[in-house]
């Protein structure tokens, strides 16, 4: 069993590897370092006799080595004598109490006390199981930095006192909001790219997926966490056909809609049903906007009209200068640019996205099609400096360019 089948059974456990661990010692940052050292000794045991029970055995050894950092660290007779015994190799790790854990490591990691760079991390590293390597390549940053993070986090929680439990149930729903966050800034960052020379980061974006489907499961009840869910699938459903093979973008009026994954569409829409049960929040009608475009044979034939409100219910319940832009798009297509520039101009007036390049890109786009095609190269060429990801700045500038 090499390093590729050690990392893969890591990527599934580790969740409830650290949750059990952080748990049985009470000190969240001993539980995830403890972790880490048994993934390291599978590296270098498994090659040599793969074990019966690789979850098993990673569990054993970390908690192992929890509890010789225990000892090293007690003073007290008494904690010694208390974590004296050994677990056995295959011993089960409360079979029952699992999907609370998980779930109360989700809440530690999206901690409010933890800034927002520190919760993508940790969520990253401790409940998704990615190195840090991985979430360093993920989001164009060094490892140090990465490592940086994660450390400040764990000395930020133990500072803090946090404890390992389920906030109450009232807390919860309060703080739900906080760990949706993080899951989309992960899934968004997959999906577009905010710098560096790919458009799309897959693995980024499906890791978020696969950690909202865990909380989806965990949390039934939660109309916005299937939102979320429905959400990502839907948007991820375009990936095949979001870049050439290239690595270009490709609009979506040029997309070939065959080749979007139709069975993460399906999957969308049944969490979609479920996130209706109570009335849709922020999540479930941005999911509801990925329901129209995805269902709908071709841009022409889109429900407009149905996009346009629903950014206007979204911009009631939640808000901002992006779906402000985003309803201006869809104004202009079921309206014309007119109405749609109206609303852009309003946004460059109030300097509602200071230093973005979505601003000048819808503009330009509506300039191009209202034939002020001097005025639109200029938005498109000013997009293009601001935008900090390569794959998109030559899509503006090959616009731009062809406008001279």
Excluded at 111 to 118: C, I, Q, T
Excluded at 305 to 310: A, K, N, Q, T, Y
Excluded at 330 to 356: F, K, N, T, W, Y
Excluded at 376 to 397: D, K
Aim: hydrophobic share 50%; with cysteine; net charge negative.
């Amino acid at each position: 069993m090499g390093p590729a089948e050690v990392e893969a059974v890591w990527r599934i456990e580790s969740a409830r590897i650290v949750a059990a661990l952080t748990r049985f010692t009470g000190d969240f940052g001993l539980a995830e370092e403890a972790a880490q050292e048994a993934v390291a000794e599978a590296l270098v045991a498994w090659p040599l006799a793969a074990p019966d029970s690789p979850a098993g055995w990673l569990m054993a050894t970390a908690r192992r080595r929890a509890i010789d950092a225990i000892r090293r660290r007690a003073a007290l007779k008494d904690r010694h004598a208390l974590l004296a015994v050994d677990p056995v190799v295959n011993e089960d790790v409360d079979p029952d109490r699992i999907d609370d854990d998980i779930l109360a490591l989700m809440f530690i990691s999206c901690h409010p006390v933890l800034s927002p760079e520190a919760r993508v991390a940790l969520t990253l590293r401790v409940v998704g199981g990615l190195s840090t390597e991985e979430i360093a390549r993920a989001f164009l940053v060094s490892v140090p930095t990465v490592q940086a993070r994660i450390t400040r986090a764990k000395k930020t929680i133990a500072a803090a006192g946090v404890p390992f439990e389920l906030p109450a149930a009232g807390e919860r729903r309060d703080r739900l909001g906080g760990v949706l966050s993080v899951l989309y800034v992960i899934f968004t960052e997959g999906s577009t790219a905010t710098s560096g020379d790919r458009l799309l980061r897959p693995d980024v974006a499906y890791e978020a997926i696969r950690l909202a489907r865990t909380l989806a499961a965990l949390q039934p009840d939660e109309p916005e966490v299937h939102g979320l869910l429905a959400l990502c699938e839907l948007t991820a459903a375009r990936f095949p056909a979001r870049t050439a093979p290239d690595g270009s973008a490709v609009l979506l009026e040029d997309q070939d809609r065959r080749r979007w994954d139709h069975s993460a569409i399906r999957r969308g829409l049944a969490s979609l049903v479920k996130a209706s049960s109570r009335g849709l929040g922020p999540y479930g009608l941005q999911a509801a906007i990925a329901a129209a475009h995805a269902t709908a044979p071709s841009v022409e034939a889109t429900d407009w009209d149905r996009i346009v409100v629903l950014y206007e219910a979204l911009g009631r319940v939640a808000p901002s200068p992006v779906v402000e832009l985003n309803r201006a798009v869809a104004v202009a297509m079921a309206s014309g640019p007119a109405q749609a520039l109206a609303i852009v101009d309003e946004l460059v007036a109030l300097d509602r996205l200071p230093g973005s390049h979505l601003l000048p890109t819808v503009r330009g786009e509506l300039l191009v099609r209202l034939g002020r095609r001097s005025e639109a190269r200029a938005e498109l060429e000013l997009a293009a400096r601001l935008c900090p990801n390569q794959r998109e700045r030559s899509v503006l500038l090959h616009k731009a360019a062809e406008l001279e």
